[in-house]
Protein backbone atom coordinates (compact mmCIF):
# COMPACT_ATOMS: atom_id res chain seq x y z
CA UNK A 1 0.00 0.00 0.00
CA UNK A 2 1.47 3.31 -0.63
CA UNK A 3 3.12 5.10 2.09
CA UNK A 4 3.51 1.63 4.73
CA UNK A 5 6.12 -0.83 3.21
CA UNK A 6 6.74 -4.46 4.84
CA UNK A 7 10.04 -5.98 4.53
CA UNK A 8 10.78 -9.17 3.90
CA UNK A 9 7.80 -10.08 2.25
CA UNK A 10 8.71 -13.83 2.34
CA UNK A 11 10.79 -15.74 4.90
CA UNK A 12 11.77 -18.91 5.81
CA UNK A 13 13.95 -19.41 8.70
CA UNK A 14 14.75 -21.95 11.54
CA UNK A 15 13.20 -23.07 14.99
CA UNK A 16 15.21 -21.01 17.66
CA UNK A 17 16.60 -18.41 15.74
CA UNK A 18 15.64 -14.87 15.83
CA UNK A 19 13.70 -12.78 13.35
CA UNK A 20 13.27 -9.01 13.06
CA UNK A 21 10.81 -7.67 10.47
CA UNK A 22 10.57 -4.39 9.41
CA UNK A 23 7.45 -1.90 9.13
CA UNK A 24 8.56 1.73 7.43
CA UNK A 25 5.93 4.15 7.08
CA UNK A 26 6.13 7.76 5.37
CA UNK A 27 3.12 9.51 5.83
CA UNK A 28 4.53 10.73 9.43
CA UNK A 29 1.22 8.96 11.36
CA UNK A 30 1.79 8.73 15.08
CA UNK A 31 0.54 5.44 15.66
CA UNK A 32 1.88 1.96 14.41
CA UNK A 33 0.94 -1.70 14.71
CA UNK A 34 1.76 -5.19 14.50
CA UNK A 35 -1.04 -7.99 14.05
CA UNK A 36 -0.82 -11.88 13.00
CA UNK A 37 -3.36 -13.60 11.05
CA UNK A 38 -4.13 -17.12 11.08
CA UNK A 39 -6.61 -19.19 9.52
CA UNK A 40 -10.02 -18.72 11.82
CA UNK A 41 -8.53 -16.27 14.49
CA UNK A 42 -8.62 -13.34 11.87
CA UNK A 43 -5.76 -10.64 12.92
CA UNK A 44 -4.46 -10.72 16.63
CA UNK A 45 -2.74 -7.48 17.79
CA UNK A 46 0.99 -8.59 19.09
CA UNK A 47 2.18 -5.25 19.88
CA UNK A 48 1.73 -0.99 18.86
CA UNK A 49 3.45 1.91 19.16
CA UNK A 50 1.95 5.50 20.20
CA UNK A 51 5.02 7.66 19.62
CA UNK A 52 8.87 7.23 18.75
CA UNK A 53 9.76 4.92 21.92
CA UNK A 54 6.59 4.42 23.24
CA UNK A 55 5.44 0.85 22.53
CA UNK A 56 2.88 -1.74 24.43
CA UNK A 57 1.60 -4.98 23.79
CA UNK A 58 -1.21 -6.44 23.00
CA UNK A 59 -3.04 -9.70 23.08
CA UNK A 60 -0.82 -12.06 21.67
CA UNK A 61 2.79 -10.34 23.06
CA UNK A 62 4.88 -13.36 24.20
CA UNK A 63 7.64 -14.20 22.30
CA UNK A 64 7.63 -10.97 20.53
CA UNK A 65 9.33 -7.57 21.20
CA UNK A 66 9.56 -4.06 19.06
CA UNK A 67 11.45 -1.18 18.67
CA UNK A 68 10.27 2.05 17.86
CA UNK A 69 13.40 4.99 17.24
CA UNK A 70 12.00 6.90 14.70
CA UNK A 71 8.85 7.88 13.35
CA UNK A 72 8.92 5.81 10.30
CA UNK A 73 10.14 2.25 11.40
CA UNK A 74 8.41 -0.08 13.82
CA UNK A 75 10.06 -3.29 13.93
CA UNK A 76 9.10 -6.19 15.12
CA UNK A 77 11.86 -8.94 16.76
CA UNK A 78 10.76 -12.77 17.53
CA UNK A 79 13.33 -13.58 19.96
CA UNK A 80 13.50 -17.17 19.33
CA UNK A 81 11.56 -17.84 16.67
CA UNK A 82 9.01 -21.29 17.04
CA UNK A 83 6.46 -23.25 14.63
CA UNK A 84 3.78 -21.42 16.34
CA UNK A 85 4.75 -17.95 14.80
CA UNK A 86 4.59 -19.33 11.55
CA UNK A 87 2.17 -16.75 9.85
CA UNK A 88 1.56 -13.77 7.90
CA UNK A 89 2.52 -10.56 10.09
CA UNK A 90 0.35 -7.32 9.05
CA UNK A 91 1.86 -3.71 10.37
CA UNK A 92 -0.88 -0.93 10.36
CA UNK A 93 -0.43 2.73 10.47
CA UNK A 94 -2.91 4.52 12.22
CA UNK A 95 -3.38 9.18 11.65
CA UNK A 96 -5.58 9.37 15.12
CA UNK A 97 -7.40 8.19 17.85
CA UNK A 98 -10.90 6.79 17.74
CA UNK A 99 -12.25 7.51 14.77
CA UNK A 100 -9.32 6.77 12.56
CA UNK A 101 -9.42 3.33 10.69
CA UNK A 102 -5.69 1.63 9.42
CA UNK A 103 -3.77 1.62 6.47
CA UNK A 104 -2.55 -1.52 6.28
CA UNK A 105 0.89 -2.95 4.43
CA UNK A 106 1.21 -6.01 2.31
CA UNK A 107 2.14 -8.13 4.90
CA UNK A 108 4.98 -10.58 5.37
CA UNK A 109 4.77 -14.64 5.52
CA UNK A 110 6.77 -15.98 7.88
CA UNK A 111 7.78 -19.78 8.10
CA UNK A 112 9.65 -20.84 10.90
CA UNK A 113 11.17 -24.42 10.33
CA UNK B 1 -11.62 -7.20 26.77
CA UNK B 2 -14.22 -6.63 23.44
CA UNK B 3 -14.80 -9.58 21.02
CA UNK B 4 -16.27 -9.86 17.34
CA UNK B 5 -17.86 -12.61 16.23
CA UNK B 6 -18.41 -13.24 12.23
CA UNK B 7 -20.87 -15.71 12.47
CA UNK B 8 -20.30 -17.04 9.27
CA UNK B 9 -16.51 -18.20 8.28
CA UNK B 10 -17.51 -19.26 4.62
CA UNK B 11 -20.36 -17.80 2.17
CA UNK B 12 -20.62 -19.03 -1.18
CA UNK B 13 -22.89 -17.22 -3.47
CA UNK B 14 -23.56 -16.82 -7.17
CA UNK B 15 -23.04 -13.70 -8.97
CA UNK B 16 -25.44 -11.13 -9.32
CA UNK B 17 -27.50 -12.77 -5.89
CA UNK B 18 -27.01 -10.81 -2.52
CA UNK B 19 -24.81 -11.37 0.04
CA UNK B 20 -25.19 -10.36 3.96
CA UNK B 21 -22.05 -11.39 6.22
CA UNK B 22 -22.51 -11.28 9.93
CA UNK B 23 -21.03 -9.41 12.80
CA UNK B 24 -21.67 -9.32 16.60
CA UNK B 25 -19.41 -7.50 19.23
CA UNK B 26 -19.56 -7.12 22.44
CA UNK B 27 -18.84 -3.59 23.72
CA UNK B 28 -21.35 -1.88 25.55
CA UNK B 29 -20.00 1.55 25.45
CA UNK B 30 -20.15 3.55 22.18
CA UNK B 31 -17.90 2.14 19.51
CA UNK B 32 -16.44 3.01 16.02
CA UNK B 33 -17.21 -0.04 13.53
CA UNK B 34 -15.32 -0.84 10.47
CA UNK B 35 -15.42 -3.59 7.55
CA UNK B 36 -12.17 -4.79 5.94
CA UNK B 37 -11.84 -6.51 2.48
CA UNK B 38 -8.77 -8.76 1.91
CA UNK B 39 -8.35 -9.65 -1.70
CA UNK B 40 -6.35 -12.96 -2.02
CA UNK B 41 -2.36 -12.11 -1.14
CA UNK B 42 -2.88 -8.72 -0.45
CA UNK B 43 -3.28 -6.50 2.86
CA UNK B 44 -6.28 -5.33 4.47
CA UNK B 45 -8.73 -1.95 2.41
CA UNK B 46 -11.13 -0.11 4.36
CA UNK B 47 -14.72 -0.86 2.86
CA UNK B 48 -16.74 1.13 5.14
CA UNK B 49 -17.21 2.31 8.68
CA UNK B 50 -19.54 3.61 11.07
CA UNK B 51 -18.81 6.26 13.61
CA UNK B 52 -21.96 8.33 14.35
CA UNK B 53 -25.13 9.32 12.55
CA UNK B 54 -27.06 7.65 10.53
CA UNK B 55 -26.67 3.80 10.91
CA UNK B 56 -26.85 2.83 7.33
CA UNK B 57 -23.29 3.49 5.77
CA UNK B 58 -22.35 2.35 1.94
CA UNK B 59 -19.17 2.31 0.50
CA UNK B 60 -18.48 3.20 -3.24
CA UNK B 61 -18.46 -0.29 -5.16
CA UNK B 62 -22.01 -1.32 -3.90
CA UNK B 63 -21.52 -2.66 0.06
CA UNK B 64 -23.70 -1.26 2.87
CA UNK B 65 -24.02 -1.73 6.68
CA UNK B 66 -26.17 -1.16 9.14
CA UNK B 67 -25.41 -0.38 13.03
CA UNK B 68 -27.84 -1.75 15.28
CA UNK B 69 -27.11 -0.73 18.73
CA UNK B 70 -29.54 -2.64 20.50
CA UNK B 71 -28.55 -6.34 18.87
CA UNK B 72 -24.67 -4.97 19.35
CA UNK B 73 -24.70 -6.03 14.87
CA UNK B 74 -23.07 -4.18 12.53
CA UNK B 75 -23.89 -6.90 9.21
CA UNK B 76 -22.51 -5.90 5.90
CA UNK B 77 -24.81 -6.57 2.48
CA UNK B 78 -24.26 -6.29 -1.07
CA UNK B 79 -27.83 -6.67 -3.15
CA UNK B 80 -26.16 -8.30 -6.40
CA UNK B 81 -22.19 -9.72 -5.89
CA UNK B 82 -19.64 -9.52 -8.62
CA UNK B 83 -16.93 -12.06 -9.14
CA UNK B 84 -14.79 -9.12 -8.16
CA UNK B 85 -16.18 -9.23 -4.75
CA UNK B 86 -14.48 -13.08 -4.15
CA UNK B 87 -12.34 -11.93 -0.78
CA UNK B 88 -12.25 -12.12 2.59
CA UNK B 89 -14.02 -9.78 4.81
CA UNK B 90 -12.81 -9.03 8.17
CA UNK B 91 -15.27 -6.87 10.73
CA UNK B 92 -13.28 -4.83 13.43
CA UNK B 93 -14.45 -2.25 16.59
CA UNK B 94 -12.14 0.41 17.90
CA UNK B 95 -11.41 -0.16 21.35
CA UNK B 96 -10.66 3.38 21.70
CA UNK B 97 -8.10 4.38 24.13
CA UNK B 98 -7.20 8.19 24.33
CA UNK B 99 -3.28 7.11 25.18
CA UNK B 100 -2.91 4.34 22.79
CA UNK B 101 -4.98 5.53 19.61
CA UNK B 102 -7.96 2.96 17.97
CA UNK B 103 -6.66 -0.56 18.93
CA UNK B 104 -9.03 -2.26 16.34
CA UNK B 105 -10.08 -5.77 17.79
CA UNK B 106 -11.09 -7.96 14.51
CA UNK B 107 -13.61 -10.57 14.02
CA UNK B 108 -12.16 -14.23 12.44
CA UNK B 109 -13.20 -13.26 9.00
CA UNK B 110 -15.60 -13.96 6.35
CA UNK B 111 -14.56 -15.54 3.23
CA UNK B 112 -17.14 -14.88 0.05
CA UNK B 113 -16.56 -16.76 -2.89
CA UNK B 114 -18.36 -15.56 -5.54
CA UNK B 115 -19.43 -18.20 -8.16
CA UNK B 116 -20.36 -17.63 -11.94
Known amino acids: DAGITQSPRHKVTETGTPVTLRCHQT?????MYWYRQDPGHGLRLIHY???????DKGEVSDGYSVSRSKTEDFLLTLESATSSQTSVYFC????????????FGSGTRLTVV | AQSVTQLDSQVPVFEEAPVELRCNYS??????LFWYVQYPNQGLQLLLK??????LVKSINGFEAEFNKSQTSFHLRKPSVHISDTAEYFC??????????????FGGGTRVLVKP
Open chain 2, 50 to 55: YLSGST
Open chain 1, 92 to 103: AISEGQGAYGYT
Open chain 2, 92 to 105: AVSDYNKAAGNKLT
Open chain 1, 49 to 55: SYGVKDT
Open chain 1, 27 to 31: ENHRY
Open chain 2, 27 to 32: SSVSVY
